[in-house]
């Protein structure tokens, strides 16, 4: 039933449900932002984690076949060289290691070009320049 106060000479009807109603409404819209805001600070936070990892990844990949498994597989094909000289090693033998060779190249230079590629993405979700730290 309304509740009816003196207002200048008229009544105004004012409803207690009807504001109760209004504030819990206006309370659930204002959680529901604060949610969405939640959500949003994950949602940046996992893109920076996904774009940090791409980094280090391509990073360590890089690392690892400049670092170890070229000089390996050099010292692999300086070996078959050897060896087929003397005659005891085949051509197939020459060519395979060669082979590998090739491929950890164009590996590592695909690395390297993911590596630039997880920089930019970085840089995008960061929203400005990142410098690289030295290395140490």
Sequence with gaps: RPLAVPFHQ?????????????????EADAEAERAAGRSAELDA???????????????RRARVTEGTLLPQAQSAFESVIGAYTVGRASVADLQLAQRELLELAVGLERARAEHGQAWARLERVVGRRVERAAAP
């Design 10 to 26: 008229f009544e105004c009807p004012i409803r207690p449900t009807a504001y109760a109603d209004a504030q819990r409404a206006a």
């Design 45 to 59: 936070l996992a893109e920076l984690d996904a774009a940090l990892s791409a980094v280090r990844d391509a990073d």
